[in-house]
């Protein structure tokens, strides 16, 4: 059975920095492709970052890029998202999501009970 | 950057089909696949690939892209499928979500 298991969502003060991370089972880890999607409560999803298999290819959503940076380790089969410079507009839901793929740009087939990240002063 | 726009809501009478609409520049040239969300839960994708559905995802969902518009149907739609439903696609380097509809069904 495939599990994805968040942890490291916190109450945080604007400009500081927080790391989300991400443990995952069930699945060979290091074929796939992991993502990290936000969503503020009551409202629409919204894709953060994703990455490659291997790590070789990521991407960031217009918002956060600059600011949070996603990485991996197979050997640990986690996900990671170090989040810096927070903002009040980052506050949301964080979910961790298994991509169907090892290349990120693909869907997701399973996603995590996520974390939450609230920044406020 | 690339948008996907749907309709904030749609609704429906318990048996009857429900179209949600996901509309993109030139979105069926590309793949396009849907998530439910119901309140409290983590998205369950229902579609994948246009019109694909994961093993476990009822008959009555489908889907197609074309043109500029991927289109989610279910057909005798029932009230546990009362959610919200988001498309997905994505570009070059980046993922896109829909803004989501809410499909009531009353």
């Known amino acids: 059975e495939v599990q994805l298991v968040e942890s490291g969502g916190a109450l945080v003060q604007p400009g500081r920095s927080l790391r989300l991370s991400c443990a995952a089972s069930?699945?060979?880890?290091?074929?796939?492709?992991m993502h990290w999607v936000r969503q503020v409560p009551g409202k629409g999803l919204e894709w953060v970052s994703g990455i490659s298999w291997n790590s070789g290819s990521i991407g960031y959503a217009d918002s956060v890029k600059g600011r949070f940076t996603i990485s991996r380790d197979n050997a640990k089969n986690s996900v990671y998202l170090e989040m810096n410079s927070l903002r009040a507009e980052d506050t949301a839901l964080y979910y961790c999501?298994?991509?169907?793929?090892?290349?990120?740009?693909?869907?997701?087939?399973?996603w995590g009970q996520g974390t939450l990240v609230t920044v406020s002063s | 950057s690339y948008e996907l726009t749907q309709p904030p809501s749609v609704s429906v009478s318990p048996g009857q089909t429900a179209s949600i609409t996901c509309s993109g520049d030139?979105?069926?040239?590309?793949?396009s696949c849907w998530y439910q969300q119901k309140p409290g839960q983590s998205p369950v994708l229902v579609i994948y690939?246009?019109?694909k559905r994961p093993s476990g995802i009822p008959e009555r969902f489908s889907a197609s892209n074309s043109g500029n518009t991927a289109t989610l149907t279910i057909s005798g739609t029932q009230a546990m499928d009362e959610a919200d439903y988001y498309c997905q696609a994505w570009d070059s380097t980046t993922v896109v979500f829909g803004g989501g509809t809410k499909l009531t069904v009353l």
């Open positions: 030139k979105l069926g040239d590309k793949y």
């Open positions: 069930g699945f060979t880890f290091d074929d796939y492709a």
């Open positions: 999501a298994k991509c169907w793929t090892g290349s990120y740009l693909n869907n997701f087939d399973y």
């Open positions: 690939r246009d019109s």
